[in-house]
């Protein structure tokens, strides 16, 4: 399998952490979708990462679906629940947290993407998208309450959404002081930060 993806894309590091976990081998295949020279678009037409190259060379977006494939492909370390209300639940966690991710990064090409004039840009749309990551992250830390993890008592794919978000807030918004909202947040992810799967996959 390949992958293709950036370092710093946080949707390429959920997969990439769910990767080592399942402990599956691939090939990493780095590409960089705004220069002017991707060819993005022959794996993927939406021109995003992360795409999943299978070995009959089809290919898999976005990084829900490759997760929930590449969770399908062994049973090492499951991450998603099979059936029924826990899967729902793990895969709303997973929702919640990439939103997270959907609305930071919208803010924050809407403050630095070139394509935009100074003129073009507008703070009430990027408060508009912090407003959504706050009230996630307040969600989060009510549902996340005492338990050692997300969903429960075991590591699943709730937490490393969970993980992944608030490592690209520490990395692109480090004005966000969530620990100090949220210590239930900042317990989780102290844990998170101690697995290989996380440590290997930090942003440069
Ligand atoms: C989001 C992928 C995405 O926006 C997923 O895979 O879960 N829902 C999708 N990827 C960004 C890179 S990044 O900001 O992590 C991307 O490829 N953007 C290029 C573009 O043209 O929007």
Redesign the pocket.
Known sequence: MKLIG?L?????R?VRIVMAEKKLDYEFVSED??SAGTT?TESNP?????CLIMEGAESL????V?VEYLDALSPVGKLIPGVGRERAGVKTWEALA?GV??AA?LARLEATWAGRSDAQRSSAWIERQLSKVHAALAAMAKDLGEQPYCAGVHLSLADISVGVALGYLDFRFPEIDWRAAHPNLQRLFDKLVQRPSFADTLPP
């Open positions: 950036s710093t894309s946080p949707y390429v959920k979708v705004w993005i939406l021109g995003k990462v992360p977006y976005d990084s829900r490759i990439d991710l959907d990064i």
